[in-house]
Every structure is written in C-alpha cells, then in structure tokens.
C-alpha cells in the first residue's frame, strides 16, 4: 500500500522560509517521478516542482524558481520543499505526488501523471 504523509505546514511571515516533507512508504524514492503541487482558495491546483530519480532531472515552476528546492532522502524515503523568501500568493495547501514511472518532462508539471497523492498541508504566508 502506497502511503505519502506530509509534515504539517504552518503560518510564515513574507520573506520567511519554510521546510514541508512527505514521508513515502510503499514506492521507493530511488525510482519513479516525485512532485509537489498547491491549491490556493478558489483557484486550480498547480504545479510547484518535481524531480525524477532515474537522471535526477528537477522542474520548477517559474514562480518558485529560485526561492524553492525540492530534495530527497533516500535512506529516510522522504521528500522535501524548502521554501524561501516566501511571498503571501505562496499561500496555499501543498500537496505531494508520486508515480513510480519514470514521467516525461512535459508529464512532470501535470497531475494525471501522478498515481498517489498526499493529504495536503496548509501553508499561510502573512503578517
């Protein structure tokens, strides 16, 4: 059974950072294609950043480009976001994905890639 649990997230000052992770239990982190999504209120869910194992290719979106790092413990079959200079249009409920097929690049931004799927945290940027 595939499980992805991620840590809670949390309320951030603007230009603050944070660190989300997401447990991974039934696909080994050594293969397939990982991902994190968000879904602010009213709006679709979007792509954020993925990564996949077999070239260590990694995407980001271009508004997280550069302030966002996703990153991986194999050892711990754990996936992390490091968030930084964090804006309030951050803001949302992050979600993590995972497939254990090696996903084409154009695929890795799309959800129907993505077989299994975490719970979702909140993540509020604010003062």
């Known amino acids: 059974q595939v499980q992805l649990v991620e840590s809670a997230g949390g309320l951030v000052q603007p230009g603050g950072s944070l660190r989300l992770s997401c447990e991974v239990s039934?696909?080994?982190?050594?293969?397939?294609?990982m991902a994190w999504f968000r879904q602010a209120p009213g709006n679709d869910r979007e792509f954020v950043a993925a990564?996949?194992?077999?070239?260590?290719?990694?995407s980001y979106a271009d508004s997280v480009k550069g302030r966002f790092t996703i990153s991986r413990d194999n050892v711990k079959n754990t996936m992390y976001l490091e968030m930084s200079s964090l804006k309030p249009e951050d803001s949302a409920v992050y979600y993590c994905?995972?497939?254990?097929?090696?996903?084409?690049?154009?695929?890795?931004?799309?959800?129907?890639?993505?077989?299994?799927w975490g719970q979702g945290t909140q993540v509020t940027v604010s003062s």
């Open positions: 039934g696909i080994p982190l050594r293969s397939g294609t």
């Open positions: 994905a995972a497939t254990s097929s090696r996903l084409i690049v154009s695929a890795m931004s799309a959800e129907p890639g993505y077989g299994y």
């Open positions: 990564f996949r194992r077999s070239d260590r290719y990694v």
